[in-house]
């Protein structure tokens, strides 16, 4: 099979406080961060420590990738630069993606950036931690 790498406009990601894979091909979110935007309540004292899902779902594309997620805090800090995997899609079906991080240490606010890189190209994404 040849790899055709999925597009960025037809690439969706989801956060939210979990997010699981479900029998049947559906996917469950508890918690869900409209437009990726985390809002802590009252004072905030740093760091903070709360689950993060990421869903990525690619919608076109095909084949078999290496998968690698990096995520860099707003002074560009690397959080996390791990590698995933190999990530299978099938050309005719959409694609899930889900990385679940059961203690994310928020060291500071702002804007993060959250990126997928499949085979060397980057699929970015951010995820803003503020004060309500």
């Given at each position: 099979?040849?790899?055709?790498?999925?597009?960025?406009?037809?690439?969706?990601?989801?956060?939210?406080e979990w997010i699981r894979q479900e029998l049947g091909g559906k996917t469950?979110?508890?918690?869900?961060?409209?437009d990726g935007i985390v809002v802590f309540l009252g004072p905030v004292i740093?760091?903070?420590?709360?689950?993060?899902?990421?869903?990525?779902?690619?919608?076109?594309?095909?084949?078999?990738?290496?998968?690698?997620?990096?995520?860099?805090?707003?002074?560009?800090?690397?959080?996390?630069?791990?590698?995933?995997?190999?990530?299978?899609?099938?050309?005719?079906?959409?694609?899930?993606?889900?990385?679940?991080?059961?203690?994310?240490?928020?060291?500071?606010?702002?804007?993060?950036?959250?990126?997928?890189?499949?085979?060397?190209?980057?699929?970015?994404?951010?995820?803003?931690?503020?004060?309500?």
């Amino acid at each position: 099979m040849i790899n055709v790498l999925p597009t960025q406009g037809r690439t969706l990601v989801l956060f939210a406080e979990w997010i699981r894979q479900e029998l049947g091909g559906k996917t469950s979110l508890i918690g869900m961060y409209v437009d990726g935007i985390v809002v802590f309540l009252g004072p905030v004292i740093l760091p903070a420590i709360l689950p993060i899902g990421i869903c990525y779902i690619f919608r076109d594309g095909g084949g078999t990738f290496q998968c690698r997620m990096r995520l860099t805090s707003p002074t560009g800090q690397v959080i996390l630069d791990n590698p995933i995997g190999e990530v299978t899609k099938q050309a005719e079906l959409s694609h899930s993606m889900i990385v679940q991080i059961p203690a994310f240490q928020v060291t500071e606010l702002g804007e993060h950036d959250v990126e997928v890189i499949l085979d060397g190209t980057s699929y970015p994404s951010k995820i803003t931690f503020r004060q309500g």
